[in-house]
T-cell receptor
Framework: AQSVTQPDIHITVSEGASLELRCNYSYGATPYLFWYVQSPGQGLQLLLKYFSGDTLVQGIKGFEAEFKRSQSSFNLRKPSVHWSDAAEYFCAVGPHNNDMRFGAGTRLTVKP | ETGVTQTPRHLVMGMTNKKSLKCEQHLGHNAMYWYKQSAKKPLELMFVYNFKEQTENNSVPSRFSPECPNSSHLFLHLHTLQPEDSALYLC??????????????FGAGSRLTVL
């Protein structure tokens, strides 16, 4: 069965600094990969997804992620973080919606 | 309204109460889901409905009872809950269930506290 690991529970970055959130997955075939963001008191919003093709995918709010099959990773990046990016970020993997696995999340704090 | 709407947003109940959570989607999707989000734990899939038929029950205790009267509405009936059931309950929908290419759209959640 597939699984997702987000090694960092909490990350703090300064506003304007670059950001990378790590995600490692376990799955036997080419997975569908997702990054979601959850602001306080809100549901999850899709940032970006990878299904096939170009391994560097662009998402909303200036985020991008790179699929690296050899490392079983799908790390999320942003070149310059804004205070409004403070939230919890979830990586997810799954072949099907009824069998999707989410990571435990990484909480991002942005320092002024 | 657009998207996925959940009511109530907050619910406090005693262990002997009976209450219900409601979810409505205005996206024309055919699949709906209930997830449980507890602190420091990954999202747990509870139930999946595809075209009103339940396709997944992820070993959820019987004190949680889902109902899907049509493709737009999903309920979670709660009775004799335990304090450990306190969590954020998220509803989601997608165009169909058996394809990972169909993205989940989430509601804002119902924060449940069991006293």
């Amino acid at each position: 069965a597939q699984s997702v690991t987000q090694p960092d529970i909490h990350i703090t970055v300064s506003e304007g600094a670059s950001l990378e959130l790590r995600c490692n997955y376990s799955y036997g075939a080419t997975p569908y990969l997702f990054w979601y963001v959850q602001s306080p008191g809100q549901g999850l919003q899709l940032l970006l997804k990878y299904f096939s093709g170009d391994t560097l995918v662009q998402g909303i709010k200036g985020f991008e992620a790179e699929f690296k099959r050899s490392q079983s990773s799908f790390n999320l990046r942003k070149p310059s973080v804004h205070w409004s990016d403070a939230a919890e970020y979830f990586c997810a993997v799954g072949p099907h919606n009824n069998d999707m696995r989410f990571g435990a999340g990484t909480r991002l704090t942005v320092k002024p | 309204e657009t998207g996925v709407t959940q009511t109530p947003r907050h619910l406090v109940m005693g262990m002997t109460n009976k209450k219900s959570l409601k979810c409505e989607q205005h996206l024309g999707h055919n699949a709906m889901y209930w997830y449980k989000q507890s602190a420091k734990k990954p999202l747990e899939l509870m139930f999946v409905y595809n075209f009103k038929e339940q396709t997944e029950n992820n070993s959820v205790p019987s004190r949680f009872s889902p109902e899907c009267p049509n493709s737009s509405h999903l309920f979670l009936h709660l009775h004799t809950l335990q304090p450990e059931d306190s969590a954020l309950y998220l509803c989601a929908s997608s165009q169909e269930v058996f394809s990972g290419a169909n993205v989940l759209t989430f509601g804002a959640g119902s924060r449940l506290t069991v006293l």
